[in-house]
């Protein structure tokens, strides 16, 4: 019951991981590897304000220093025409030393004593740790969810769809692609900061490497939602999403409780459980084209 209350936390916490990832692989279709830093942004900015006593805000600025580094990311590739892999991974690196900086030069940082938005949540329902610990990361993921389904059938946000459907058309209508790309990637990573800084306070403490392989963790998610729900449409995708993120934890923390893998092969089986999920829909193709082929040669 455990293992499956603290998976349910934690894919919810990175449910919103997962909806900042989907917008910028799905909707915008830009490989954005700014993910990795922009979370452990979001995580360091947080825990340093809950350190000062200040965990709301640690939130609300954890999400706009993520909108920050998704909008350097964004200037890189319109402005200066790097390569978006290459931006990404501009962004990505830089950020290592400022989130070193914001941890006040340590590579962690703990939060024991100190307020959280749980901690003040549990004095107003004592006896309810764990309750309080999974209404929280329902709250933030299905605010979020809510927001983005919101946001993406605004006008604002239809550009930011036509925009990731064809680019040329999108421009020949006079919209400001730069724009419309900068302001996407902005939205995504201030999403995934955002899970960092939930993360944060949920784990009560901040690390450095907290953001590695989190691209690899939200594309896991995203691709293991359509697997099972389909991206027919963008609402159904960020909804999918959101359900691959819980999946995806119940998988790994059944293979880590099973003892099928050790702990330092986290990341591997993240790497493996994304290209399952990748294959599947292959197969499904192959599979549905030998069935035509026979079907055509046994009515010639």
């Not at 692989?25 to 809950?50: E, K, Q, Y």
């Not at 706009?64 to 964004?74: I, S």
């Not at 999946?247 to 399952?276: D, G, H, K, M």
């Amino acid at each position: 019951m455990t293992l499956a209350i603290g998976s349910l936390q934690l894919g919810l916490i990175y449910g919103i991981l997962a909806l900042g990832i989907f917008i910028s692989f799905r909707i915008l279709n830009i490989p954005d590897l700014t993910a990795d830093g922009s979370f452990t942004f979001g995580l360091s900015v947080s825990a340093a304000l809950c350190a000062a006593g200040h965990p709301l805000a640690g939130m609300l600025l954890g999400a706009l220093a993520g909108a920050l580094a998704g909008a350097v990311t964004g200037l890189l590739q319109t402005k200066l025409e790097i390569h978006p892999i290459l931006a990404g991974i501009l962004t990505m690196s830089s950020l290592y030393s400022v989130n070193l900086f914001v941890l006040g030069s340590s590579p962690n940082l703990s939060l024991i004593n100190c307020a959280t938005l749980f901690t003040g949540l549990n004095a107003l329902m004592p006896g309810n740790r764990e309750l309080v610990k999974t209404l929280l990361p329902l709250i933030f993921c299905g605010l979020s969810a809510a927001v983005l389904i919101w946001f993406f059938r605004t006008n604002l946000g239809l550009c930011i769809r036509a925009t990731g459907n064809n680019e040329n058309m999108v421009r020949a209508s006079s919209i400001n692609v730069a724009g419309m790309k900068i302001l996407t990637l902005a939205v995504s990573n201030a999403f995934v900061a955002l899970s960092g800084a939930l993360l944060a306070q949920y784990q009560g403490y901040a690390d450095i490497s907290s953001g590695i392989g989190m691209v690899v963790v939200g594309l896991a998610s995203v691709i293991i939602g359509e697997t099972i729900v389909g991206h027919r449409s963008v609402t159904l995708g960020l909804i999918s999403a959101v359900l691959g993120s819980v999946i995806y934890r119940f998988i790994i923390a059944l293979a880590l409780e099973a003892s099928i893998f050790p702990a330092y092969a986290l990341r591997v089986v993240s790497a493996v459980i994304v290209v399952i999920a990748l294959a599947v829909p292959v197969a499904r193709k192959r599979a549905y084209d030998r069935g035509t082929r026979k079907k055509a040669q046994r009515d010639a």
